[in-house]
């Protein structure tokens, strides 16, 4: 991590020597004899550190220390004393300053003071990130049985020791959100946060202050400055879900995040480094939202350096079945039920299923049959009717029906679904009861 030093000192021979020493301690420094001068390069840039001497023309250390403190800038600052003067370190002391050593100063004991500060400042730092780890749910599994699943897991490894962004197509419920947690862990960057927003959920004003924090005041209710999430999972990952949703103007701000590493706070005049990498995701047509115009197409072309696209699983259905057996394994566990496996017919209807919302869908329904069957095995009666309806929309290309079986069929299947009721089946079917029956009698 640069630490960022700006030393105010009017005196010529003092400031260099200062500059010099600080220097070699490898820190970054910055110096003027003006305390205006001082004023401005905090307010424009991002400095960790202000040593200031008590007595300079333009501002003296005293009044840059108010000011640091009223706008509630994030540095620390030392106060240089010439005199040894007990009244004004006291004074100083009491407005918030860190430090203060006396003129002619003991170097070693200074340098002893800024690397002080620059420990508490990374272990203030390590402990957000800490803190944003412990809350995260580090166990990720992912059931991958189809060729183009370890496609993809065959990609995101090796990838793991790059930083490239990624975007994430799909539609919804494929499991772009699980895999942006997989890249993350087994990426360079596992130890550090990895933290998620949702782009279309928030209104354009909450998602930058959210995305990039605020300065005190920047706007009504701005009571604290606040650190924005692109700042929190400095050295980690930052997954954008729906990024298609975020406005235009925000999208210009991440570009310059992904560009430059730096970004401005809400209301902020300095700059903030940091070093994200960036997952986002979306379940729209990427083409069709940039000719739209709502998808910038440089953030594009900067977040897409790695586009994965998940396949919808009816395009790959030898994942249906173990994720059949692993969402029944993961939610009986808090069901109390003894229910072993699938019968065949359960499975050859969840086989021939299309899932239009993919994987979540598939194991709502697991979810919801577990919690219907009474027997010690799932059977189609726990199914949901309208994807045993549905079974009969897929085309095996070896076992074509005609229509009269298809209609036989889906007959059948509403009648079951009304109970046996025939008026009311015929009635849904929009024919007659004695169509209704010539079709159930067909052979
Ligand atoms: N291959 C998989 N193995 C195990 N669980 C999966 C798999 N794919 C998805 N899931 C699970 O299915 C659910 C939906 O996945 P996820 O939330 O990642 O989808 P998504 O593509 O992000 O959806 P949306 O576009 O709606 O945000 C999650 O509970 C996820 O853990
Ligand atoms: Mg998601």
Redesign the pocket.
């Given at each position: 991590m640069a630490f960022k030093i700006v030393i105010a000192e009017d005196e010529d021979i003092t400031l260099k020597h200062l500059v010099k020493a600080l220097q070699k301690d490898g820190y970054l420094v910055d110096g003027t004899q003006n305390g205006a001068d001082a004023l401005q390069k905090i307010e424009s840039d991002h400095f960790d550190l202000l040593i200031a001497d008590i007595k300079m023309p333009g501002l003296t250390g005293i009044q840059l220390l108010e000011t640091i403190k009223e706008r509630q800038l994030d540095l620390e600052v030392i106060i240089i004393t010439g005199y040894g003067s007990i009244g004004s370190v006291v004074d100083a002391m009491k407005k918030g300053a860190y430090d203060y050593v006396t003129k002619p100063f003991d170097l070693d004991e200074l340098l002893l003071k800024v690397g002080k500060i620059r420990d508490q400042k990374l272990l203030k730092k390590e402990n957000v990130a800490l803190k944003a780890y412990a809350g995260m749910d580090k166990k990720v599994?992912?059931?991958?049985k189809s060729a183009s699943?370890n496609n993809i897991l065959a990609t995101i490894d090796g990838m793991k020791d790059s930083d490239c962004n990624v975007l994430l197509t799909?539609?919804?419920?494929?499991?772009?959100?699980?895999?942006a947690k997989i890249i993350h862990f087994t990426s360079r960057r596992q130890g550090m946060p990895f933290l998620s927003i949702n782009c279309a959920t928030l209104t354009e004003e909450l998602l930058a202050s959210e995305l990039f924090g605020h300065e005190k005041g920047a706007f009504t209710g701005a009571i604290k400055t606040k650190q924005g999430l692109v700042e929190i999972a400095d050295t980690g990952t930052l997954f954008l879900?729906?990024i298609a949703e975020m406005a235009p103007n925000l999208q210009a701000k991440l570009l310059k995040v992904i560009e430059e590493g730096e970004f401005y706070r809400v209301g902020g005049t300095r700059p903030v480094k940091v070093d994200v990498r960036f997952i986002a995701?979306t379940?729209q047509n990427v083409r069709s939202i940039i000719a739209e115009g709502r998808f910038r197409e440089d953030l594009y072309y900067r977040m897409n350096i790695m586009e994965i696209s998940?396949p919808p699983l009816r395009d790959r259905r030898d994942?249906i079945m173990p994720?059949c057996t692993?969402f029944l394994e993961k939610h009986i566990l808090s069901s109390r039920k003894k229910i072993s496996g699938f019968t065949k017919e359960a499975l050859d209807v969840l086989m021939h299923y299309s899932y239009p919302g993919?994987?979540?869908e598939l194991?709502n329904i697991v979810e919801r049959a577990i919690i219907l069957e009474k027997g010690d095995v799932i059977s189609p009666a726990s199914l949901p009717q309208t994807i045993k309806m549905f079974q009969i929309e897929t085309i095996e290309p070896d076992r074509v029906k005609t229509i009269e079986e298809l209609n036989k069929e889906y007959a059948s299947k509403v009648l079951e679904m009304f109970g046996d009721n025939k008026s009311k089946a015929a009635e849904v079917l929009g024919i007659s009861r004695t169509s209704l029956w010539r079709i159930l009698k067909e052979e």
């Amino acid at each position: 991590m640069a630490f960022k030093i700006v030393i105010a000192e009017d005196e010529d021979i003092t400031l260099k020597h200062l500059v010099k020493a600080l220097q070699k301690d490898g820190y970054l420094v910055d110096g003027t004899q003006n305390g205006a001068d001082a004023l401005q390069k905090i307010e424009s840039d991002h400095f960790d550190l202000l040593i200031a001497d008590i007595k300079m023309p333009g501002l003296t250390g005293i009044q840059l220390l108010e000011t640091i403190k009223e706008r509630q800038l994030d540095l620390e600052v030392i106060i240089i004393t010439g005199y040894g003067s007990i009244g004004s370190v006291v004074d100083a002391m009491k407005k918030g300053a860190y430090d203060y050593v006396t003129k002619p100063f003991d170097l070693d004991e200074l340098l002893l003071k800024v690397g002080k500060i620059r420990d508490q400042k990374l272990l203030k730092k390590e402990n957000v990130a800490l803190k944003a780890y412990a809350g995260m749910d580090k166990k990720v599994s992912i059931i991958a049985k189809s060729a183009s699943m370890n496609n993809i897991l065959a990609t995101i490894d090796g990838m793991k020791d790059s930083d490239c962004n990624v975007l994430l197509t799909g539609e919804t419920g494929v499991g772009k959100s699980l895999l942006a947690k997989i890249i993350h862990f087994t990426s360079r960057r596992q130890g550090m946060p990895f933290l998620s927003i949702n782009c279309a959920t928030l209104t354009e004003e909450l998602l930058a202050s959210e995305l990039f924090g605020h300065e005190k005041g920047a706007f009504t209710g701005a009571i604290k400055t606040k650190q924005g999430l692109v700042e929190i999972a400095d050295t980690g990952t930052l997954f954008l879900d729906e990024i298609a949703e975020m406005a235009p103007n925000l999208q210009a701000k991440l570009l310059k995040v992904i560009e430059e590493g730096e970004f401005y706070r809400v209301g902020g005049t300095r700059p903030v480094k940091v070093d994200v990498r960036f997952i986002a995701a979306t379940n729209q047509n990427v083409r069709s939202i940039i000719a739209e115009g709502r998808f910038r197409e440089d953030l594009y072309y900067r977040m897409n350096i790695m586009e994965i696209s998940i396949p919808p699983l009816r395009d790959r259905r030898d994942d249906i079945m173990p994720l059949c057996t692993y969402f029944l394994e993961k939610h009986i566990l808090s069901s109390r039920k003894k229910i072993s496996g699938f019968t065949k017919e359960a499975l050859d209807v969840l086989m021939h299923y299309s899932y239009p919302g993919n994987v979540r869908e598939l194991e709502n329904i697991v979810e919801r049959a577990i919690i219907l069957e009474k027997g010690d095995v799932i059977s189609p009666a726990s199914l949901p009717q309208t994807i045993k309806m549905f079974q009969i929309e897929t085309i095996e290309p070896d076992r074509v029906k005609t229509i009269e079986e298809l209609n036989k069929e889906y007959a059948s299947k509403v009648l079951e679904m009304f109970g046996d009721n025939k008026s009311k089946a015929a009635e849904v079917l929009g024919i007659s009861r004695t169509s209704l029956w010539r079709i159930l009698k067909e052979e």
